[in-house]
């Protein structure tokens, strides 16, 4: 399949993106809770499908979790309890960067648990989700696929791009070997965990940009009706000449200078940075 191009894949987003401004609209003005469960592999794509969907967002509305790994306090805690602070309030959306799921994989995988702690997760994670989905809470859980081929061009283009190397990590280097493991474990969470409550929608990611399209598509889809009027907002004539900005003890820093740095690309940093404001006095 032709991979998609940007300009292409934008133009397609954009009335989706608006879509889902409408769909936020109606959830504030409902009250309905909205919890998106992002997982796969490693180099999948959660950031970037995460981003489609909340760019366009009011981050004080949509909020996205990415929980590290647990203290040492969380490690004796029921499982969920570190989870359940994060869930949507009234009108909230919430974009889970993993969740729970982390015990039926990286965990399972890596050994980080043990076989009865990833067989009681099984068994218990239906019912805790049942209840998320009994109390209102619209769940939507999905898992990005991505074959190894496409993993490995993307670990080796985050190895050599000194902005996306901080995505890699010994977890990545040693998932290379368990990609077999990986898959063997998701089709064993499937089987206990994709239920007509809470469902599992598989995407495939070889092509991020149309993955991204697919799933944003299918969550709208999933949802109610979500038209919503616009609330009419009273925007009257400013009534005098627009003003502009006036400083007295602290002035802006000098601009960026766009022009310079564009000429001197090649020839490392293009000037030196600026002298910042003078500091208030002691």
């Known amino acids: 399949m032709k991979k998609l191009k940007r300009k292409r894949y934008e133009k397609l987003l954009e009335p989706m993106q608006a879509e889902l401004v409408a769909m936020a609209r109606w959830a504030a003005a409902t009250g309905q809770r909205i919890l998106i469960l992002f997982e796969g592999r490693d180099t999948a794509g959660k950031g970037g499908a995460i981003k489609a969907v909340a760019d366009k967002l009011n981050p004080r509305q949509c909020r996205t979790m990415a929980l590290g790994k647990p203290s040492e306090a969380e490690k004796g805690q029921w499982y969920f309890q570190r989870y359940v602070p994060h869930l949507p309030g009234k009108g909230e959306i919430v974009l889970f960067d993993r969740s729970w799921y982390n015990r039926a994989g990286v965990e399972k995988v890596m050994g980080f648990a043990t076989e009865a702690e990833v067989e009681a997760f099984l068994k218990a994670v239906p019912e805790f989700e049942k209840q998320l989905v009994d109390d209102g809470i619209m769940l939507f859980k999905y898992w990005l696929t991505c074959d190894q081929e496409k993993q490995e061009e993307r670990f080796a283009e985050r190895l050599d791009d000194p ?50 399209l697919t799933l944003v598509r299918d969550l709208l889809d999933r949802l109610p009706d979500t038209r919503c009027p616009d609330e009419k907002i009273d925007w009257p004539p400013l009534g005098h000449a627009p003003l502009g900005e006036e400083f007295g003890a602290v002035k802006p820093i000098r601009d960026f200078p766009v022009e310079k740095a564009s000429r001197s690309k090649k020839k490392g940093p293009a000037v030196k940075p600026a002298p910042s404001s003078k500091g208030p006095k002691a």
């Open 163 to 212: 902005l996306k190397r901080w995505k890699l990590s010994p977890i990545d280097q040693a998932a290379r070997k368990k990609y077999a493991d990986y898959t063997a474990a998701r089709e064993t969470m499937l089987k206990a965990t994709h239920k007509r409550h809470a469902p599992w929608t598989l995407v495939n990611f070889n092509d991020q940009k149309r993955g991204r």
